[in-house]
C-alpha cells in the first residue's frame, strides 16, 4: 500500500479518514482481496491504532470519533464505454453552461490518453512527436508512448494547435461530472461516494455506498479506466497496452479492466459466431 501511494511511511497522527479509505480501496481494486481479507486487514490496523491511543500517542481526530469503518461490501468502479465517451465527445456544451466546455476537452483528451491527472495536466505540446505523445510519467517516473488518437487530433484543432487552460483538480472532478450529466450519462449504477454530514466542527466527509446516477461517480481516474478497459476489449494485448499506461507489471493493469461478466461472455459469444462455431 505505502509503495502504491508513492509513500515511504505515515506517522500516526496523519491517518485520517482519506488514508483509511485510500487503504480499503488498495485492497479492493489493486490487491483484488476479498471482504474477509480486508475484515481481518481492517481489524489489524485498528487494532494498531488502539494499542497507540492506550499509550497516549496523538492521534488523528477522525480515527478517535470512530470513522474507520469498512462495510464488508465491495462496490464497482465504473468505467465509460465507448457509446458514452461518443456521447461526451459529440456534446454540445450550451452557452449557459459554457465554463464546462474547457474541461470537455480536456476529458476527452485523457479519455483517449490515459493519463493521470497530474501528467495529463504537465503536458505540453512539444511531447507530441511523430503521431505519439512521449513523457515521463510523475508519480512512477516510467516512459510512455502513446498513439494520438484522432479525437486528441481534433481538441488541439479546436484549441489552435494548443492544449485546453489548466484548470485545479477539484474544478475539473466538478466539471467533469456535470459533463456527463449534461451528455446524459445516468444510469443508475452501483458504487460509492464521498457525502458531507453534520455542521460546523462536527462537518465530516464519509463514504457511503448506494445507487447512484453513474454521472456521480466519475471521476479523473475513471478515464484512464475507461481506455485500458476499451481498449483490452478490443483484444489488444495487455502487454502492448503497458506502454500506453507505464505499469511495470501486467497484473497490475489487469486490476484496471472493468468489463463486466456479460460484457466478457458476450465477447467471447462475437468471437465464436466470427468463426461460425456458435
Known sequence: FLIHQNQK????????????????????????????????????????LNYAKSKSIKLHEDYLIGNFKFSGVQTNEIYLNDDEI?????????????????????????????????????????KFKNGFIETKTIKTHTDVVIPVFNPVKEILSLNNGNLPKVISEVKYNKYIKEVCELAGINELVSGSKFVVTGKGKNKRKRKVIG?????????????????????AKKSIPLSDLSAISGHSSIKTLENYIRSSKFEKANSVKEKLESLNIY
Open 9 to 48: 511511511d505515515f506517522k500516526l497522527q496523519e491517518i485520517d479518514s482519506k488514508i483509511f479509505e485510500d487503504y480499503i480501496k488498495y485492497q479492493e481494486s489493486e490487491a483484488k482481496l476479498g471482504t474477509n481479507s480486508i475484515d481481518t486487514n481492517t481489524n489489524k490496523f485498528k487494532a494498531i
Open 86 to 126: 461518443n456521447l461526451i465527445y459529440n456534446l454540445f456544451v450550451p452557452q449557459n453552461k459554457k465554463y464546462l466546455e474547457n474541461a470537455r476537452r480536456w476529458f476527452i483528451i485523457q479519455l483517449h490518453t490515459g493519463l493521470r491527472i497530474s501528467d495529463l495536466f504537465a503536458l505540453t505540446i512539444d
Open 211 to 231: 445507487n447512484y446516477f453513474k454521472y456521480e461517480l466519475v471521476s479523473s481516474h475513471t478515464s484512464r479506466r475507461s481506455l485500458f478497459t476499451n481498449l
